[in-house]
């Protein structure tokens, strides 16, 4: 009865499964879940319900996700974008509201309680928030916020043109493992907020990646790489700014650095994930 399942997809536990796995997998219980919106600007996905529990990723504001179980402050769910499931903090969610019409442009905008730049902010959102606008001006509402600059977003179905330039806006961003803001992200989480500014929807970890997105290159020396090409590691993945740069979140910098390729490529080959395993082209980009 029960097939092999990937955990970080599957919202499956010993005690508690989603309604439409049952007769897929074991489960003391199995429930339908309930489609929450996140509401803060950014909610961490943690591997069990505790603050101090290993981060996975991150869920930004607007981003739907469907709860399996609340308790104790955390809520078990699956996010709906690329299907991670885990522990967020329950304040971080609320009931869907209307759908967003806008989203974040800027790698961070504040959020004002009036119109007026002036005034301490609330909060900051990161790129790739949504929120549902109402009315207009250059500081305009967004619902349930308060007040953005206008400039700073754009409607839900425009999107940047060049991924590749979405990521190098990242540049010197500390590395954070599991993070997808330009307060700290990972060499995944940039790709994965990267393509998702250019409209392009990827898995959240490398090694989903590196099967999923654009197309394959062949591995044949020399390497015949172009701007926008992702070259993937056993653990790692970075972009090509062209044919001799490479951008990427590392942890030899510990930040988002653009450095030579062939340089990078014979340090993680010494020091950390060995050979490039793949190369994967994104169409158009």
Same mark, same amino acid.
């Given at each position: 009865?029960?097939?092999?399942?990937?955990?970080?997809f599957t919202p499956a536990r010993p005690d508690l499964?989603?309604?439409?796995?049952?007769?897929?997998?074991?489960?003391?219980?199995?429930?339908?879940?309930?489609?929450?919106q996140v509401i803060g600007p950014i909610a961490d996905?943690?591997?069990?319900?505790?603050?101090?529990?290993?981060?996975?990723?991150?869920?930004?504001?607007?981003?739907?996700?469907?709860?399996?179980?609340?308790? !104790?402050?955390?809520?078990? =769910?699956?996010?709906? /974008?690329?299907?991670? @499931?885990? $522990? #967020?903090?329950?304040?971080?969610?609320?009931?869907?509201?209307?759908?967003?019409?806008?989203?974040?442009?800027?790698?961070?905008?504040?959020?004002?309680?009036?119109?007026?730049?002036?005034?301490?902010?609330?909060?900051?959102?990161?790129?790739?928030?949504?929120?549902?606008?109402?009315?207009?001006?250059?500081?305009?509402?967004?619902?349930d916020h308060g007040f953005v600059y206008a400039p700073?977003?754009?409607?839900?179905?425009?999107? !940047?043109?060049?991924?590749? =330039?979405?990521?190098? /806006?990242?540049?010197? @961003?500390? $590395? #954070?493992?599991?993070?997808?803001?330009?307060?700290?992200?990972?060499?995944?989480?940039?790709?994965?907020?990267?393509?998702?500014?250019?409209?392009?929807?990827?898995?959240?970890?490398?090694?989903?990646?590196?099967?999923?997105?654009?197309?394959?290159?062949?591995?044949?020396?020399?390497?015949?790489?172009?701007?926008?090409?992702?070259?993937?590691?056993?653990?790692?993945?970075?972009?090509?700014?062209?044919?001799?740069?490479?951008?990427?979140?590392?942890?030899?910098?510990?930040?988002?650095?653009?450095?030579?390729?062939?340089?990078?490529?014979?340090?993680?080959?010494?020091?950390?994930?060995?050979?490039?395993?793949?190369?994967?082209?994104?169409?158009?980009?």
């Open positions: 009865m029960t097939a092999t399942f990937d955990p970080r499964a989603a309604a439409h796995l049952r007769g897929r997998v074991e489960a003391t219980i199995f429930v339908e879940g309930r489609e929450m996905v943690r591997n069990g319900p505790a603050p101090d529990a290993s981060l996975d990723t991150q869920a930004l504001c607007g981003e739907r996700v469907t709860v399996y179980e609340e308790h !104790e402050g955390w809520a078990w =769910a699956q996010l709906q /974008r690329d299907g991670y @499931v885990g $522990y #967020l903090p329950s304040h971080m969610l609320g009931p869907r509201p209307t759908d967003p019409t806008h989203r974040v442009r800027a790698l961070r905008t504040f959020v004002y309680p009036a119109p007026n730049m002036k005034v301490p902010p609330l909060e900051a959102l990161p790129l790739g928030a949504e929120v549902t606008l109402e009315g207009e001006g250059d500081y305009v509402r967004a619902a700073h977003l754009q409607p839900i179905a425009q999107y !940047e043109s060049d991924f590749v =330039a979405v990521a190098e /806006r990242f540049v010197g @961003v500390p $590395y #954070l493992w599991g993070g997808k803001t330009a307060l700290g992200l990972d060499c995944s989480g940039l790709v994965q907020i990267s393509l998702a500014a250019a409209g392009i929807v990827a898995p959240r970890d490398t090694d989903v990646q590196a099967r999923e997105i654009g197309t394959e290159v062949a591995l044949e020396e020399p390497l015949h790489l172009r701007r926008g090409d992702l070259v993937f590691w056993k653990g790692h993945v970075g972009i090509m700014c062209d044919a001799q740069t490479l951008l990427h979140a590392n942890a030899h910098h510990m930040l988002v650095a653009r450095e030579p390729f062939a340089e990078a490529r014979a340090r993680i080959l010494a020091k950390s994930f060995g050979p490039v395993i793949a190369v994967r082209r994104v169409s158009g980009r």
